[in-house]
T-cell receptor, first 114, second 117 residues
Framework: GDSVTQMEGPVTLSEEAFLTINCTYTATGYPSLFWYVQYPGEGLQLLLKATKADDKGSNKGFEATYRKETTSFHLEKGSVQVSDSAVYFCALSDPNTGGFKTIFGAGTRLFVKA | GAGVSQSPSNKVTEKGKDVELRCDPISGHTALYWYRQSLGQGLEFLIYFQGNSAPDKSGLPSDRFSAERTGGSVSTLTIQRTQQEDSAVYLC???????????????FGDGTRLSIL
């Protein structure tokens, strides 16, 4: 079945450091891929998405490129801020299942130190 | 309303009691999902509803868990004879089925934090 694997956390970085959170997936079809973020004390919210191969999703300085050849959707940011401290979830939605059953990774907690 | 609304935001109850959690999805969203998030864990899919179709209950952990969605809108998640391992944050999400449904992101509520004593 479909699955999402993301790097274990926590990830601790200093402010202005480069961030990469790895995410790989398995799917029977050609899924849409998402990154969701959960800030402390808040609900999950969509950060960015990509719907087909080679698409790049971007938002708030974060980027992720849909790589079909490596089945990956790694999240990157060139210079993190303390306010980026949160839990990040990679997810996929597979049209072969009608897209209704989004599969989430386990989440990666990011701590950014001033 | 503007977003997904869940109530109560916090619920503390004794082991063995029944609890009901409520979710009001975004108006017009026909897909509704329930997840469970235990401390330090990812999201565990519980159930989803889509329009008038039979719900996918494949994620419900036991027969103590059930959910309904009345009139295609509000949903309630019921846990009977609660156990301590049921303590978690229960999240509800909704999404639109406009266009390609699998492209549509889910919009999450703030969750209900359930604590079983």
């Amino acid at each position: 079945g479909d699955s999402v694997t993301q790097m274990e956390g926590p990830v601790t970085l200093s402010e202005e450091a480069f961030l990469t959170i790895n995410c790989t997936y398995t799917a029977t079809g050609y899924p849409s891929l998402f990154w969701y973020v959960q800030y402390p004390g808040e609900g999950l919210q969509l950060l960015l998405k990509a719907t087909k191969a080679d698409d790049k999703g971007s938002n708030k300085g974060f980027e992720a490129t849909y790589r079909k050849e490596t089945t990956s959707f790694h999240l990157e940011k060139g210079s993190v801020q303390v306010s980026d401290s949160a839990v990040y979830f990679c997810a996929l939605s597979d049209p072969n299942t009608g897209g209704f059953k989004t599969i989430f990774g386990a989440g990666t907690r990011l701590f950014v130190k001033a | 309303g503007a977003g997904v609304s869940q109530s109560p935001s916090n619920k503390v109850t004794e082991k063995g009691k029944d609890v009901e959690l409520r979710c009001d999805p975004i108006s017009g969203h026909t897909a509704l999902y329930w997840y469970r998030q235990s401390l330090g864990q990812g999201l565990e899919f519980l159930i989803y509803f889509q329009g008038n179709s039979a719900p996918d209950k494949s994620g419900l952990p036991s027969d103590r868990f059930s959910a309904e969605r009345t009139g295609g809108s509000v949903s309630t998640l019921t846990i009977q004879r609660t156990q301590q391992e049921d303590s978690a944050v229960y999240l509800c999400a909704s999404s639109s089925l406009a266009g390609d449904s699998f492209n549509q992101p889910q919009h999450f509520g703030d969750g209900t934090r359930l604590s079983i004593l």
